[in-house]
T-cell receptor, first 113, second 112 residues
Framework: ETGVTQTPRHLVMGMTNKKSLKCEQH?????MYWYKQSAKKPLELMFV???????ENNSVPSRFSPECPNSSHLFLHLHTLQPEDSALYLC????????????FGPGTRLTVT | GQQVMQIPQYQHVQEGEDFTTYCNSS?????IQWYKQRPGGHPVFLIQ???SGEVKKQKRLTFQFGEAKKNSSLHITATQTTDVGTYFC????????????WGLGTSLAVNP
C-alpha cells in the first residue's frame, strides 16, 4: 500500500465514548501531522511529530491525545468529545529536511452525537 | 503572528474563463506550496516555488512567487469543470522555524 492511509474513514461516536484514529504513512517520511478541517473553516494544525517527538501542540483540548509510536504510525485518541468536534480529521506526513511538502491521507469524517 | 492571507475566498466562473487566486504573507517565506482539495477529498500537493520571482507551469496552471518571497499567485487559463475544488497556498517560514502556514483557501466553482 502506498501513500498515507487513515482508518476509519467514517466514525460516529457519542460524547462519552473513547475511540482512536489511526494514520500510517508508507513514504519513508519522518514528520507527521494531525489537522482538523471543519466546514467553511481553514485547516487547523493540531499536532506535529518530528522524528517521533511531539514538537507542536496548538492549544488543542486534552480530550484529544496524540500518540506516535514510530515514524510510520500516528494515532489520535479521542474521549469525551463535544458535538463541535465533528469535523474531518486529516493526517499528513513530510520529510523534516527539504522543502517540506506534505502528503495527506483521505481523512476520517468524525461525527459526535 | 505569521499569517498567509488568501483571496478571494470564493470564485464562481463559467467554463472557459480564467481564474486567479492570490496569497500574501506577513513575513518572508522559504518557499510557497500549493495544494488542491476536490469536494469530498483531501488536500493534494500541486507544486512548490522556492526562488524569488519564480514562475512554474503545469498545463493550464501558472504559479508565481513574488520577488520579495512574500506573495504568490495561481492562475488557471480556460477553466474546466475538473478544476473545481479548493486551492490552498501554504508558506514555509524562512530560517530555523520550519513551520508551514496555511492560507484559508479559495473555493472555485465552474459552471459548465
Amino acid at each position: 500500500e502506498t501513500g498515507v492511509t487513515q482508518t476509519p474513514r467514517h466514525l460516529v461516536m457519542g460524547m462519552t465514548n473513547k475511540k482512536s484514529l489511526k494514520c500510517e504513512q508508507h513514504l519513508g517520511h519522518n514528520a507527521m501531522y494531525w489537522y482538523k478541517q471543519s466546514a467553511k473553516k481553514p485547516l487547523e494544525l493540531m499536532f506535529v511529530y518530528s522524528l517521533e517527538e511531539r514538537v507542536e501542540n496548538n492549544s488543542v483540548p486534552s480530550r484529544f491525545s496524540p500518540e506516535c509510536p514510530n515514524s510510520s504510525h500516528l494515532f489520535l485518541h479521542l474521549h469525551t468529545l463535544q458535538p463541535e468536534d465533528s469535523a474531518l480529521y486529516l493526517c499528513a506526513s513530510s520529510q523534516v529536511q527539504g522543502p517540506g511538502e506534505q502528503y495527506f491521507g483521505p481523512g476520517t469524517r468524525l461525527t459526535v452525537t | 503572528g505569521q499569517q498567509v492571507m488568501q483571496i478571494p475566498q470564493y470564485q464562481h466562473v463559467q467554463e472557459g474563463e480564467d481564474f486567479t487566486t492570490y496569497c500574501n504573507s506577513s513575513t518572508t517565506l522559504s518557499n510557497i506550496q500549493w495544494y488542491k482539495q476536490r469536494p469530498g477529498g483531501h488536500p493534494v500537493f500541486l507544486i512548490q516555488l522556492v526562488k524569488s520571482g519564480e514562475v512554474k507551469k503545469q498545463k493550464r496552471l501558472t504559479f508565481q512567487f513574488g520577488e520579495a518571497k512574500k506573495n504568490s499567485s495561481l492562475h488557471i487559463t480556460a477553466t474546466q469543470t475538473t478544476d473545481v475544488g479548493t486551492y490552498f497556498c501554504a508558506g514555509l517560514l524562512a530560517g530555523n522555524n520550519r513551520k508551514l502556514i496555511w492560507g484559508l483557501g479559495t473555493s472555485l466553482a465552474v459552471n459548465p
